[in-house]
C-alpha cells in the first residue's frame, strides 16, 4: 500500500505544480465506457490457466488542466463494474484435455468475479485537441471493490478422471474470496478523435497489474500469492460540459 501512495503522489505532482512555461486549461468532460477484460489470477503455488473473459462498462470524467509545449495534460477518472476471475487449464499429465469415464465433455472450471473499479489517471494526449486526431498514455492507481463471484464447473468432488491431473492444485476451486478489496497499477495507450459539438471518441489499450491479493498470504495461508493481471479494449465516449474560451485551442 506504501508503494501505491508513493506511485499516486509522484505521478500527479506534474498536474498540481504549475510550470513557468504551458498553456493553461479548465476544460472538464463526462460520458461512459464499455470494453472487453481478459483476466487471470497468478497464483503461488501455480495453477495452470487461460484467460477468462468478462465485460465492463462505467463512467468517464476528465479534467484537463493544461497544455505544455505539445503535451496535453490531463486527470481522468472512472468508475466501472468489470467482470474478472480465472479460467483453469484442467489437463492430463500429457497434457490432454480430461474426461470422466464414459463422458465426452472435457472437464472444465471457471470463477467469475464481478468488481466496482476506480482507476485514476494521469493523462499525456499529443494531437488535436477540439477537431481531430490525438494519441495519448496515461498510468495510475487502481483500487476494485469485490461485489459477487460464480462458478461454471462440471468438476464432481469424490469422483477422478480418466487420469490424473497435470497440477494437484486445487484448494482454490473451493475457497471463496477472502480479501474484498483489489488495489493495483493500470496503465494504457490509446486514440481520440474530436469533432466540434458532437464529442470526443477514444479506443484503448490497458493493463492492470494487481498488487492485493484475493486469499491470504501469510505463513499461515495456502496460497503465497494470489493477484490479478487483466487486458482490457475499451472505447470511451467524452461530452464537454466546461471548454476554455480559446480561439486559438485547435
Known amino acids: 500500500m506504501r508503494r501505491l ?3 499516486y503522489l509522484f505521478a500527479f505532482i506534474p498536474f498540481f505544480v504549475r510550470a513557468q512555461v504551458g498553456e493553461y486549461r479548465t476544460d472538464f468532460a463526462v460520458g461512459v465506457n464499455g470494453g472487453y477484460i481478459l483476466s487471470n489470477v497468478s497464483f503461488t503455488p501455480d495453477v495452470p490457466q487461460n484467460m477468462q473473459g468478462g ?3 462505467g463512467v468517464t470524467f476528465r479534467y484537463t488542466c493544461e497544455r505544455y509545449f505539445k503535451s496535453i495534460c490531463s486527470i481522468v477518472a472512472e468508475v466501472n463494474i468489470a467482470q474478472v476471475g480465472w479460467k483453469e487449464k484442467i489437463q492430463g499429465l500429457e497434457n490432454q484435455p480430461l474426461y470422466y469415464e464414459g463422458d465426452d465433455v472435457a472437464l472444465h472450471y471457471e470463477r467469475k468475479m464481478t468488481y466496482l473499479q476506480i482507476p485514476l489517471f494521469a493523462r499525456l494526449g499529443w494531437g488535436r485537441e477540439r477537431k481531430g486526431l490525438q494519441g495519448f498514455f496515461q498510468v495510475g492507481p487502481q483500487m476494485g471493490i469485490f461485489l459477487s463471484e460464480s462458478t461454471n464447473t462440471n468438476l464432481i468432488p469424490g469422483i477422478q478422471p480418466t487420469e490424473p491431473r497435470s497440477s494437484n492444485i486445487v484448494a482454490q476451486e473451493t475457497m471463496p474470496v477472502e480479501k474484498k478489496f483489489d488495489y493495483g497499477i493500470a496503465g494504457g495507450a ?6 466540434p459539438k458532437v464529442g470526443h471518441f477514444m479506443l484503448e489499450g490497458r493493463y492492470y497489474y494487481g498488487l492485493g491479493n484475493i486469499y491470504g498470504n ?3 495461508d495456502y496460497f503465497g500469492k494470489s493477484n ?3 487486458i482490457v479494449i475499451k472505447a470511451t465516449y467524452l461530452f464537454d460540459i466546461i471548454k476554455t ?4 485551442i485547435k
Do not use: Y
Open 228 to 230: 490479478f493481471g487483466q
Open 218 to 220: 501469510s505463513k499461515s
Open 55 to 57: 465485460m465492463t462498462a
Open 245 to 248: 474560451k480559446n480561439d486559438k
Open 5 to 7: 501512495l508513493l506511485f
Open 190 to 195: 490509446g486514440i481520440e478523435f474530436s469533432v
